[in-house]
């Protein structure tokens, strides 16, 4: 069997890579469609229980405050991370969406252009600057000392605190990414990859300089790359998984099922753990060889790589947490 399964919760719903955040110690999960509930990381047990409404447009953790905005409201809600108690809430624009946070302020809006972006303190939610126009992004990620933002064939880097714009870039082809799923992965200090095009990928650099990093003979999942145990993950849109060289873009290997893959890559004890959608886990060894391969009990949506040789599982109506080596008990 890969992996011993620490604790399992039932969300009442469909899971989903995207409504829920991990911290050191606690994992926040949205369920029973109206809860926000915070788990014990260790052994899954409840810290507290609140309402927050239906689906979340977005669900981030930064420091002790979890930031949470739901699709049926017009609110972005500040909550202590240890008590779930309210600090503060934020009215917004209706249909906001996207929900990042950067140098104690939290940042929002830009989903589908249907509002403007704004920020406020993570502090106290008092608001620090909003643009003037509705504005277009995807999923902003936090590098470099700012925040980056995307649409089309332009990407640019602001200042979270004030919103000033840092440096920009043009893109080869424009960005991909959709709805929630992220276009950007950070690479190292200097380098974040953008996912350009049906087929490529293309490196930012700090100091301005586009290069295309990475060009495929067959179309790519619209999703950002995964950077996980030190290997670049490409998920093709009829394919399988491709390993590819962070430093040079090179083609390491291939895994393919011929069926499709659930999101995410987590380390194994040797190598790299994958699942199919229809819920058969496979131990890789670093070359791309089967180590072994088991069968979960459930159709997996997605897989997130946690650390400390953790991984989280979401199934069709569950949340999982695994250990992929040793159990720490034992």
Same mark, same amino acid.
């Given at each position: 069997?890969?992996?011993?399964?620490?604790?399992?919760?039932?969300?009442?719903?469909?899971?989903?890579?995207?409504?829920?955040?991990?911290?050191?110690?606690?994992?926040?999960?949205?369920?029973?469609?109206?809860?926000?509930?915070?788990?014990?990381?260790?052994?899954?047990?409840?810290?507290?229980?609140?309402?927050?409404?239906?689906?979340?447009?977005?669900?981030?953790?930064?420091?002790?405050?979890?930031?949470?905005?739901?699709?049926?409201?017009?609110?972005?809600?500040?909550?202590?991370?240890?008590?779930?108690?309210?600090?503060?809430?934020?009215?917004?624009?209706?249909?906001?969406?996207?929900?990042?946070?950067?140098?104690?302020?939290?940042?929002?809006?830009?989903?589908?252009?249907?509002?403007?972006?704004?920020?406020?303190?993570?502090?106290?939610?008092?608001?620090?600057?909003?643009?003037?126009?509705?504005?277009?992004?995807?999923?902003? &990620?936090?590098?470099? #000392?700012? @925040? %980056?933002?995307? +649409?089309?064939?332009? *990407?640019?880097?602001?200042?979270? !605190?004030?919103?000033?714009?840092?440096?920009?870039?043009?893109?080869?082809?424009?960005?991909?990414?959709?709805?929630?799923?992220?276009?950007?992965?950070?690479?190292?200090?200097?380098?974040?990859?953008?996912?350009?095009?049906?087929?490529?990928?293309?490196?930012?650099?700090?100091?301005?300089?586009?290069?295309?990093?990475?060009?495929?003979?067959?179309?790519?999942?619209?999703?950002?790359?995964?950077?996980?145990?030190?290997?670049?993950?490409?998920?093709?849109?009829?394919?399988?998984?491709?390993?590819?060289?962070?430093?040079?873009?090179?083609?390491?290997?291939?895994?393919?099922?011929?069926?499709?893959?659930?999101?995410?890559?987590?380390?194994?004890?040797?190598?790299?753990?994958?699942?199919?959608?229809?819920?058969?886990?496979?131990? &890789?060894?670093?070359? #791309?060889? @089967? %180590?072994?391969? +088991?069968?979960?009990? *459930?159709?997996?949506?997605?897989? !997130?790589?946690?650390?400390?040789?953790?991984?989280?599982?979401?199934?069709?109506?569950?949340?999982?947490?695994?250990?992929?080596?040793?159990?720490?008990?034992?």
């Amino acid at each position: 069997m890969i992996g011993m399964t620490l604790w399992e919760r039932q969300l009442h719903q469909r899971g989903s890579a995207y409504t829920f955040a991990v911290a050191e110690d606690c994992v926040v999960v949205h369920e029973r469609h109206t809860r926000l509930v915070c788990l014990n990381r260790h052994d899954g047990s409840v810290r507290w229980d609140i309402p927050l409404g239906t689906w979340p447009r977005g669900l981030v953790i930064a420091g002790d405050r979890c930031l949470a905005l739901a699709q049926d409201s017009d609110q972005l809600s500040c909550v202590e991370l240890t008590t779930g108690s309210t600090v503060w809430r934020a009215g917004l624009r209706p249909f906001s969406g996207h929900v990042v946070a950067a140098a104690e302020t939290v940042i929002v809006g830009g989903w589908r252009d249907f509002t403007p972006i704004a920020a406020f303190n993570v502090e106290d939610g008092q608001p620090l600057w909003r643009t003037q126009r509705r504005t277009h992004t995807v999923l902003p &990620l936090p590098w470099g #000392g700012g @925040v %980056l933002l995307g +649409s089309g064939t332009k *990407a640019w880097l602001i200042d979270p !605190r004030s919103g000033r714009e840092l440096n920009s870039w043009r893109l080869p082809e424009p960005l991909t990414g959709t709805d929630d799923r992220p276009a950007f992965t950070m690479i190292d200090p200097d380098r974040c990859l953008a996912s350009c095009g049906p087929r490529s990928v293309a490196t930012l650099r700090l100091s301005g300089l586009v290069d295309r990093f990475f060009d495929h003979h067959a179309d790519l999942r619209p999703s950002a790359a995964e950077f996980v145990g030190g290997v670049l993950w490409l998920l093709e849109r009829q394919g399988g998984y491709l390993a590819v060289d962070p430093e040079d873009g090179s083609a390491l290997w291939k895994f393919d099922i011929g069926q499709p893959f659930a999101d995410g890559v987590g380390r194994g004890r040797e190598g790299f753990v994958m699942a199919s959608q229809g819920g058969v886990l496979f131990h &890789l060894r670093s070359d #791309g060889h @089967v %180590l072994e391969r +088991s069968s979960s009990v *459930a159709r997996v949506t997605a897989l !997130r790589d946690v650390g400390a040789g953790e991984m989280i599982m979401v199934t069709k109506g569950t949340l999982k947490m695994i250990v992929l080596g040793p159990h720490p008990k034992s």
